[in-house]
């Protein structure tokens, strides 16, 4: 809880070792899904710097199995990347993640704090670019607070604009303003530059990395692309089946660059786990 | 030359290529690999297509000379008053049958003169305005607890779906029975034809708001009130606006049957017995202020749209 509340009234202070992965961020408050706590609830000591722990997590919709027994740890402040084809369960585990699914079995635990970037921006019509970075934020000042989050992803003088006048980039924006306004411990991202031009997307990726350098938050970033997932992520997982088919650490040295024979080294192995021919692929 | 796609796969390649190649061009692509002959040599040739002007020589040259919208949108009901001013003007049609527009202004003066006619006006416009705010406030109530409550929607939802098809008309004999002939079974009969193009359009208004907006308000720490009141209520409200458009077209509608019920002053009581006079004059006057106030009416809630729903016309309003 102290810490909590730490984090609240401080801005967070980059850190020296921002390249290290999980190392910003102390202990999270985390809350369980599951309703009760298990034999290692949030007093376990082992959850200590975690933002998710997921163990045994089993979801089904009538016969269908879509999540089978899948285990996942992501440490406070490390920015993960889940890959897996259509119909895998990304979104179910996101959804169960975000706390709209409370029909699973397993032991989940999330970042109390934590906020989600949907696909599709979700702003609500009806309300200026300002009033949906705030939406439903507590506490005084809040003009104050998302005006610094609008400036921050560049949007300082569109606070009044609604959002039928943004372009597809300024809207996933104002929904980036909208998420790390709340100051988050885990940033959830389901395909959020899935719909946005080649060119706008790389803009975004950026800004999306700057913000992440500064607040450190946990992300689980869940996407089709793989280079995507490798210019982004410190691990890349593979959803497959119900379980993580695959799990790596991204080793390619930053700057990321697509040149790097590292980089087509592990696209071709994240490829190969999804089943895509990567010779097909390659020859574009 | 144009045949050659329909060569057989095993015919020997023409003399010339397609579009008179010559033969040493057409051969340098097939002799990439053998595979790949049998399949230069199968490949269709494009053939030579016919062209055409798309616009058939059809151009439109630059801009011509054009009226305005308003007054080309006038055009219609400008013939239309040309037409009744020609038949009655000429004696084609007589007087008693249709009063000419010069009649029925002289009517107006009359009875604007006198006050009759805004003695008849404000009775009418007091007993449509009570009609319409009952109505609606019992319209929003049902849709609302219909709209937000699951048990809501089983009790009130069938019985209004089974109410909506009794013609409200039919009603009249019921509400006198129960009310009466004064004042309040006038509006109670406004008000029963109200709620119900109001309570359609604002139940499918809330049904109809994007559960993936609500599911965001949910995620960013919406309560429940916080909902209705930042994602559900703006978001009904495009179906309450068409709502209230209709009810107030069904409100006038309403109106002149109520107005023939034991009465001495409103517009439809002017309109009886007008006919009893055999006044096509007044009639007409009648009918020309009903179609006033229609317009009037749907003007009131354009105005209310327009500023209620200025977020999709994408207003930056700075």
């Known amino acids: ?284 | 030359m144009t045949d050659v796609s329909y060569l057989p796969a095993t015919a020997p390649p023409p003399k010339a290529g397609p579009h008179g190649l010559p033969p040493s061009a057409a051969g340098s692509a097939a002799t990439r690999s053998a595979a790949g002959e049998t399949r230069a040599n199968a490949a269709p040739a494009a053939t030579t297509p016919t062209l055409e002007d798309p616009t058939g020589g059809r151009r439109s040259r630059g801009t011509r000379l054009s009226a305005p919208g308003w007054i080309r949108r006038l055009t219609g009901p400008a013939v239309l008053f040309a037409v009744w001013w020609a038949v009655t003007g000429t004696g084609l049609v007589g007087g008693r049958v249709l009063a000419s527009p010069l009649a029925v202004a002289r009517a107006f003066g009359d009875l604007a003169g006198d006050g009759e006619l805004w003695n008849n006006l404000s009775v009418s416009l007091v007993r449509v305005g009570w009609g319409v705010l009952f109505g609606v406030a019992a319209g929003l109530v049902l849709a609302v607890l219909a709209g937000f409550f699951r048990a809501g929607e089983h009790i009130v939802d069938s019985s209004m779906n089974f109410l909506r098809t009794i013609p409200i008309i039919a009603l009249l004999p019921l509400i006198i029975v129960w009310i009466g002939i004064g004042e309040s079974a006038k509006i109670f009969l406004i008000s029963a034809g109200v709620v119900f193009p109001v309570y359609m359009n604002t139940f499918a208004g809330i049904r109809g708001v994007d559960v993936k907006l609500v599911e965001a308000g949910r995620t960013f720490g919406l309560g429940r009130l916080g909902l209705i009141r930042r994602v559900i209520i703006p978001g009904a409200l495009p179906g309450f606006l068409i709502g209230l458009r209709w009810s107030l077209g069904v409100a006038w509608l309403l109106l002149v049957f109520a107005e023939q019920v034991n009465t001495d002053r409103g517009i439809g009581y002017l309109l009886t017995s007008a006919q009893g006079w055999n006044r096509t004059d007044i009639i007409i006057l009648c009918l020309v202020i009903y179609g006033l106030l229609g317009l009037l009416c749907d003007g009131i809630v354009r105005v209310l749209e327009g500023s209620l729903l200025s977020w999709r016309r994408g207003f930056s309003g700075t």
């Not at chain 1, 560049?154 to 604009?161: I, K, T, V």
């Not at chain 1, 372009?167 to 709340?182: D, I, N, P």
């Not at chain 1, 959830?188 to 946005?196: I, K, S």
């Not at chain 1, 790097?260 to 696209?267: E, Q």
């Open chain 1, 1 to 284: 809880m102290a810490t909590r509340l730490q984090r609240y009234l401080s801005p967070p202070a980059p850190t020296s070792a921002q390249d290290e992965a999980g190392q910003a961020a102390g202990p999270t408050g985390l809350a369980s899904l599951t309703g009760h706590t298990g034999p290692a609830g949030p007093a376990g000591g082992d959850t200590d710097g975690v933002a998710v722990r997921v163990r045994g997590l089993r979801r089904s919709f009538g016969e269908r199995v879509v999540l089978d027994g899948l285990d996942l740890t992501i440490a406070a402040g490390e920015f993960v990347a889940l890959l897996g084809r259509s119909g895998s369960g990304k979104s179910t585990l996101l959804r169960i993640l975000g706390g709209f699914d409370t029909g699973i079995e397993g032991d989940v635990l999330a970042a109390t704090r934590r906020s989600v970037v949907f696909q599709e921006a979700r702003l609500l019509p009806w309300t200026r670019a300002l009033g949906n970075v705030t939406l439903g934020l507590p506490g005084k000042d809040v003009a104050a607070r998302g005006r610094v989050a609008l400036a921050e992803v560049g949007l300082a003088d569109r606070e009044r604009a609604w959002p039928v006048t943004l372009s597809g980039g300024e809207a996933q924006r104002v929904a980036l303003a909208r998420a790390l306004v709340r100051e988050p411990d885990l940033v959830m991202l389901d395909e959020p530059f899935g719909a946005l031009d080649a060119l706008t997307r790389i803009r975004m990726h950026a800004l999306l990395q700057e913000l992440c350098r500064r607040h450190r938050p946990a992300v689980l970033f869940v996407t089709h692309d793989v280079d995507e997932a490798i210019l982004l992520a410190d691990r890349v997982l593979v959803l497959a089946d119900g379980r993580l088919s695959l799990d790596v650490p991204v080793g390619v040295a930053s700057p990321r660059l697509r040149s790097d024979p590292a980089f087509a080294v592990l696209r071709s192995r994240l490829l190969a786990e999804l089943g895509v021919d990567d010779v097909a692929e390659g020859a574009r």
